[in-house]
T-cell receptor, first 119, second 113 residues
Framework: GAVVSQHPSRVICKSGTSVKIECRSL??????MFWYRQFPKQSLMLMAT?????????EQGVEKDKFLINHASLTLSTLTVTSAHPEDSSFYIC???????????????FGPGTRLTVL | AQKVTQAQTEISVVEKEDVTLDCVYE???????LFWYKQPPSGELVFLIR??????QNEISGRYSWNFQKSTSSFNFTITASQVVDSAVYFC??????????FGKGTLLTVNP
């Protein structure tokens, strides 16, 4: 099946710093990638949708200047949490969907997630 | 607007019991997809099943079975002879024309030995 990786798996940073999370589709071309945030004991909430080569579309209530998303290639999307604060501590999960290979628009393939802790 | 309701927040069973996780959805689309995912303590989502709106056949995969009832907008998930390894949070999700997934709030299943 399609494999999606995330790096890092866990990050601890000081308040005010920026953190970059990478999401890679390893064996297929991802034309669309999605970023989710999950607070403890809560569901996944979609933050934004990014298409390769174009600007991300953010969900209502998500600050686009705080959560910078770049989808520069068909296999890589990055989420940068700028000037992170303790309330940004969460589990961030990406998913990828593509045209060819084992994936299809009917299914998103999820990365393993990145646990961000802001002190 | 799309909505997925998992009314059961937590379920606790003893090993070998059967357990059903409920999922009710709302959508105005005629074409849509329903999913179930398992999220163990590690956090990684594990895909379990995808069902499209035109296929109401129930499905069985080992100890797992799914009951799709379009008339009641439900897509319930049953684990037969539960095992401790089934302990996890289970999410039901809906995807329709805009390709976005809407997740339910999840059901925490604890299977006790």
């Amino acid at each position: 099946g399609a494999v999606v990786s995330q790096h890092p798996s866990r990050v601890i940073c000081k308040s005010g710093t920026s953190v970059k999370i990478e999401c890679r589709s390893l064996d297929f071309q991802a034309t669309t990638m999605f970023w989710y945030r999950q607070f403890p004991k809560q569901s996944l909430m979609l933050m934004a949708t990014s298409n390769e080569g174009s600007k991300a579309t953010y969900e209502q209530g998500v600050e686009k200047d705080k959560f910078l998303i770049n989808h520069a290639s068909l296999t890589l999307s990055t989420l940068t949490v700028t000037s992170a604060h303790p309330e940004d501590s969460s589990f961030y999960i990406c998913s990828a969907a593509g045209l060819a290979g084992p994936s299809s628009y009917n299914e998103q393939f999820f990365g393993p997630g990145t646990r961000l802790t802001v002190l | 607007a799309q909505k997925v309701t998992q009314a059961q927040t937590e379920i606790s069973v003893v090993e070998k019991e059967d357990v059903t996780l409920d999922c009710v959805y709302e959508t105005r689309d005629t074409t849509y997809y329903l999913f179930w995912y398992k999220q163990p303590p590690s956090g990684e989502l594990v895909f379990l099943i995808r069902r499209n709106s035109f296929d109401e056949q129930n499905e069985i995969s080992g100890r797992y079975s799914w009951n799709f009832q379009k008339s009641t907008s439900s897509f319930n998930f049953t684990i037969t002879a539960s095992q401790v390894v089934d302990s996890a949070v289970y999410f039901c999700a809906l995807r329709s024309s805009n390709y976005k997934l809407t997740f339910g709030k999840g059901t925490l299943l604890t299977v006790n030995p």
